[in-house]
């Protein structure tokens, strides 16, 4: 009963929704129809007032004056009708005929008298009239109001017509939205039912499809969804293993690469000159222990429980210069600056030298070419030293900060360059295992500035008298 209530509300709201969605669309459509007829009424009915206050305007300044008892007046005061007309001199007086209401004027009207403006037309909001004044000659302005109460009540009827069009727009939307959602929507239902289904069991196995309608498609791209989350759970199951397998790819390779290298050993095989060998059994050597040590690392950092710290004396200073070492001889087109104080703590030493080298790496990796890494090792005075690498690259965006050292990130920069995204993760669960911590944030040289925060001691400098005995041991 719950679940048929729960899909009779979702019913009614998916279909509440269709209709909304068909109502307020026509009521958009409408409402810019309106909007725009309305306005473009409203702006030709302005500007064919203006036009005629405009010749009115003319009319009046060209009609012949006509004597009064007093003096000579405008022709045009005789047949002022339903406008209201007057003279206006720099003085700012004017002149209107009797038994009227004077037009309004502005101080903008005193510069069509004096003949800097050749026309000035406005609209008095207090007393709803269309002004236009026009140069009259000898320092006068002829001034023309028109009302525009006919036309703003034009405008309002206009303006009534087009809201109960709309109006009635509406309700028809939303008729015909309900209706097309009644009849529409049954096969979404059966959909959802399936979805459900899915969603109770667990069964991520496709849904039937049938047809080739709109329905058929929306199920087949729910197939696909249904794949994609399956595809997503079997890589997540099987993340550790692929990269451990990629990793040892290479190994392979330079296994390879050493067998070749002691079969050139062999009798009748090309040889190589002892230089060549010698520098070629080093770098194998070499990257072979490096990807070797790169694999337990991340053995142990897929594992819930990872094992306690080995728990011997570490030279900090010695473990980062070993890291260097091992940075400097695949980063040539890099320049290091070194500042080291001593310090040791209990700890692994390979683990640590793990960590120091990801941090070089990863500074080399976004270092452009000739730039500088900071490497620096540095004592806070509160029981604990800094690691810090600094490098000279872009910077890491805000957006990617909180997530540098989860495992497997890598940020839009960093999809195209080489790289696993553990080396972070890893340097992360290296400083938790020894007691202290890591994090990022900006270097004064722009670049991203990585610290790994360890506790410790500051090293015991040996004395002359010591290093003696020792000798003499």
Partial sequence: MIGAANGRFQ???LRARVTLLAA???AGAVAVVSLGAYMTVSQNLHSQMDDNLRQRAGAAVNAPKVNNDVTEIPGAFLAAGDIRIGVLDVSGRILYPKGTVAPPTQPADLDVARGTALENI???TRT???VISVPYGDGQAMVIAQSTKPLNTTLGKLSVVLFVISGLGVLVAAAAGTAVARTGLRPVQRLT??????AMTGDLRPIPVSGDDELALLSQRFNAMLGAVAES?????RLVADAGHELRTPLTSMRTNLELLLASEQPDSPTLSDQDKAEINADVRAQLDEL???IGDLVELAREDAPQVVHEPVDLVEVVERALDRAKRRASDVQFVVEVQPWSLLGDSSALERAVLNLLDNAVKFSPTGGVVRLSLRQLGDG???VEVADSGPGIADADLPHVFERFYRSSEARTLPGSGLGLAIVKQVAERHGGMAYVGRAPEGGALFTLRLPGRPTPVPTPSATANQMSS
């Fill in 233 to 237: 759970q079997e890589r997540q199951r």
């Fill in 128 to 130: 709803d009239f269309r």
């Fill in 292 to 294: 070797t040590t790169l």
């Fill in 122 to 124: 406005w609209t008095d």
């Fill in 193 to 198: 039912e399936a979805t459900e289904r899915v």
């Fill in 24 to 26: 307020f669309c026509v």
């Fill in 384 to 386: 604990s030293a800094v």
């Fill in 11 to 13: 019913r009614v709201s």
